[in-house]
């Protein structure tokens, strides 16, 4: 998994937290389940964090020598992911 594709998951994780945070102000649950219902919250949100920490180290590894160029595949893919088009 490339850069790009690690932020795109990332993007798409962390837009489907299924999870509420009201959950954990319910007092229609107990404090098992609203402690239960911020743990799955956390782990998701927590696997969005992974995806982009990687895509960020795969964009920083671009700032050496020819990095900027729009010509350079990887340059494209982090456009493509970011949703700027190409001028």
Do not use: K
Request: net charge negative.
């Amino acid at each position: 998994m490339n850069g790009p594709a690690h932020y795109r998951v990332g993007e798409r994780l962390l837009a489907s937290l299924d999870i509420p945070w009201e959950a954990a102000l319910d007092t229609n649950l107990s404090l098992e389940e609203r402690r239960e219902a911020c743990a799955v919250y956390q782990a998701q949100a927590t696997h969005a964090l992974a995806h982009f920490t990687a895509a960020q180290a795969a964009a920083t590894a671009l700032t050496g020598h020819g990095a900027g160029y729009l010509d350079d595949p990887e340059i494209r893919a982090w456009r493509e992911a970011a949703g700027v088009a190409d001028a």
